[in-house]
């Protein structure tokens, strides 16, 4: 079974500081990687992909195999970057997402 | 843009009432899909849908649920006779295809079951 894990609810950092949001996963074949962002009010869109290996609006994300990990990363948090973060895998037997429990970042002026 | 569109934004109803909740997807996008996200929980699968027919559900896709594309544009999801726990956000995607696998969300239908 397929399963994704963030360990943060609740991120809160200031304007300007690094921000990393944790992600693993489980799953024993080659998972596809996503993040997502919802700010507020807003509709669920993609921020990045692992396979596309691009930075988008800062942030960045490494698949680590070993590690089982997907931790997106910005080294210099902006206030408009406020959001709920959801890490998910897709697997490569279907189309279907599996998303982690999601992670509010909250950046502080 | 295009975007993928859900009716109505919110939905009251009565436990044992049939509701459908109704989705738009994006014109040339192949694959769609419901998935729902009971308050405080994470975003769950519930089925995806392709070339007319169902391709993947999960345990909470039950006989109680069903999925129609009656007219090749709208995207409906039926609960036969609510729970109280059906209360949840009910989001529809959809997806390009097999060599662009983004999903596309929409605004979500928030259903409470009274």
């Known amino acids: 079974a397929q399963r994704v894990t963030q360990p943060e609810k609740l991120l809160s950092v200031f304007k300007g500081a690094p921000v990393e949001l944790k992600c693993n996963y489980s799953?024993?074949?080659?998972?596809?990687l996503f993040w997502y962002v919802q700010y507020s009010r807003q509709r669920l869109q993609l921020l990045l992909r692992h396979i596309s290996r691009e930075s988008i609006k800062g942030f960045t994300a490494d698949l680590n195999k070993g590690e089982t990990s997907f931790h997106l990363k910005k080294p210099f948090a902006q206030e408009e970057d406020s959001a709920m973060y959801y890490c998910a895998l897709r697997s490569n037997a279907g189309n279907m997402l599996t998303f982690g429990g999601g992670t509010r970042l909250m950046v502080k002026p | 843009e295009p975007e993928v569109t859900q009716t109505p934004s919110h939905q009251v109803t009565q436990m044992g009432q049939e509701v459908i909740l109704r989705c738009v997807p994006i014109s040339n996008h192949l694959y769609f899909y419901w998935y729902r996200q009971i308050l405080g929980q994470k975003v769950e699968f519930l089925v995806s849908f392709y070339n007319n027919e169902i391709s993947e559900k999960s345990e909470i896709f039950d006989d109680q649920f069903s999925v129609e594309r009656p007219d090749g544009s709208n995207f409906t999801l039926k609960i036969r006779s609510t729970k109280l726990e059906d209360s949840a956000m009910y989001f529809c995607?959809?997806?390009?295809?097999?060599?662009?696998?983004?999903?596309?969300f929409g605004q979500g239908t928030r259903l409470t079951v009274v």
């Open positions: 995607a959809s997806i390009p295809g097999q060599a662009n696998t983004e999903a596309f």
């Open positions: 799953y024993s074949g080659s998972p596809e």
